[in-house]
Every structure is written in structure tokens, then in C-alpha cells.
């Protein structure tokens, strides 16, 4: 692999790996801002910390999802240092969402909470990995039927520019 698509790769990867951590970040303040913690007197009630615990757990766990299917949503082959990133940050938020649950004393909500994040988790990773997959395109030298003679030059330099544009396709997504 020369240099500069090394390099390139490389400060992709950093890239969303930050977009990332911004995303879990800006979820974990917003959510803060929004539903702040309990505030702890002399003699902190323990109740109302679990339950401060499995709440934002929840919204977490909503948050991460909703970022999560945002990022199926856009095109992938389009823009995928981002998408991976905002992917990243709703991972990165799910996993905030499982440990800030696991510190609840709650048994059965801590329970729902990991769950839930193993349902979307999974069905999120089957979605991208699986399921999203592209087809490569029909040659055009595959439907000489179509009642009009093809030119083969044309034929060759179309499949030429198809393998180019899927090979760029491919690395852009690695």
C-alpha cells in the first residue's frame, strides 16, 4: 500500500474514532443538562441514586439507538469516515448506557437496560455487516438482448470504469 493511502487510512481511523468519542460526549452532556444528577446532601439516599442510575441508563440506551440507526441511514458509500464515527459514538454511547446501569442496585431494570443494548447492538451489526451488503453491478456486456447492438470498445471501457469505481468503492470503505 503506498504512503499516502496509508497515511490516508490511518487519519480516517483516528478521525472517526473522534467523531466518535465528540458524539458520546455531546450525548452524555446533553443528557447531564437535561436530567442532572441528584444532588447529594450530608447523607446521600441511595434510592434515589440507583433510580438517577437506571433512568439515564434508559435514555442512554435511547440515544445510542437513535444514533446508531441515524448512522445506517445515511450512505455509506458517500461519506464513510463519518458515518463510522457517528456508528462509533452510538456504540461508544451504548456502552455508557450498559456501565451506567450496571451500577444501579436495580436488578430488573439493570437487566432491561442490557437487554435492550444486546438487541440493538447486534441487530445494528447485522444491519451493517449483513444485511447492507451492495451488489456488484450487472456487466454490460451481460444484456446484449435488449434489442440494440452493443459496441464491445464501449462494453470494455464500461466494465473497466466499473472495476475501477468498485475497487475505489472497497478501499473507501476499508
Same mark, same amino acid.
Given at each position: 500500500?503506498?504512503?499516502?493511502?496509508?497515511? !490516508?487510512?490511518?487519519? !480516517?481511523?483516528? +478521525?472517526? +474514532?473522534?467523531?466518535?468519542?465528540?458524539?458520546?460526549? +455531546?450525548?452524555? @452532556?446533553?443528557?447531564?443538562?437535561?436530567?442532572?444528577?441528584?444532588?447529594?446532601?450530608?447523607?446521600?439516599? !441511595?434510592?434515589?441514586? &440507583? *433510580?438517577?442510575?437506571?433512568?439515564?441508563?434508559?435514555?442512554?440506551?435511547?440515544? %445510542?439507538?437513535?444514533?446508531?440507526?441515524?448512522?445506517?441511514?445515511?450512505?455509506?458509500? =458517500?461519506?464513510?469516515? @463519518?458515518?463510522?464515527?457517528?456508528?462509533?459514538?452510538?456504540?461508544?454511547?451504548?456502552?455508557?448506557?450498559?456501565?451506567?446501569?450496571?451500577?444501579? #442496585?436495580?436488578?430488573?431494570?439493570?437487566?432491561?437496560?442490557? =437487554?435492550? #443494548?444486546?438487541?440493538?447492538?447486534?441487530?445494528?451489526?447485522?444491519?451493517? +455487516?449483513?444485511?447492507?451488503?451492495?451488489?456488484?453491478?450487472?456487466?454490460? %456486456?451481460?444484456?446484449?438482448?435488449?434489442?440494440?447492438?452493443?459496441?464491445?470498445?464501449? *462494453? #470494455?471501457?464500461?466494465?473497466?470504469?466499473?472495476?475501477?469505481?468498485?475497487?475505489?468503492?472497497? #478501499?473507501?470503505? &476499508?
Amino acid at each position: 500500500m503506498p504512503q499516502r493511502n496509508l497515511s !490516508q487510512t490511518v487519519l !480516517q481511523i483516528v +478521525f472517526s +474514532f473522534f467523531l466518535g468519542l465528540v458524539v458520546v460526549a +455531546f450525548v452524555g @452532556i446533553a443528557l447531564n443538562t437535561f436530567y442532572p444528577e441528584p444532588s447529594s446532601r450530608i447523607e446521600p439516599d !441511595q434510592a434515589v441514586w &440507583d *433510580t438517577w442510575r437506571i433512568v439515564t441508563g434508559t435514555w442512554l440506551l435511547i440515544c %445510542a439507538t437513535v444514533v446508531m440507526i441515524a448512522s445506517m441511514l445515511i450512505r455509506t458509500e =458517500a461519506i464513510p469516515v @463519518i458515518t463510522n464515527g457517528i456508528l462509533l459514538g452510538g456504540l461508544f454511547t451504548m456502552i455508557y448506557a450498559v456501565t451506567m446501569s450496571l451500577s444501579a #442496585a436495580n436488578a430488573w431494570p439493570r437487566l432491561a437496560v442490557v =437487554a435492550g #443494548a444486546l438487541v440493538v447492538t447486534v441487530g445494528v451489526a447485522y444491519w451493517k +455487516f449483513a444485511v447492507r451488503k451492495t451488489q456488484p453491478p450487472t456487466p454490460l %456486456a451481460a444484456s446484449p438482448d435488449a434489442g440494440m447492438p452493443v459496441d464491445p470498445g464501449l *462494453t #470494455a471501457r464500461v466494465d473497466t470504469l466499473e472495476q475501477k469505481l468498485e475497487g475505489l468503492r472497497r #478501499a473507501l470503505n &476499508d
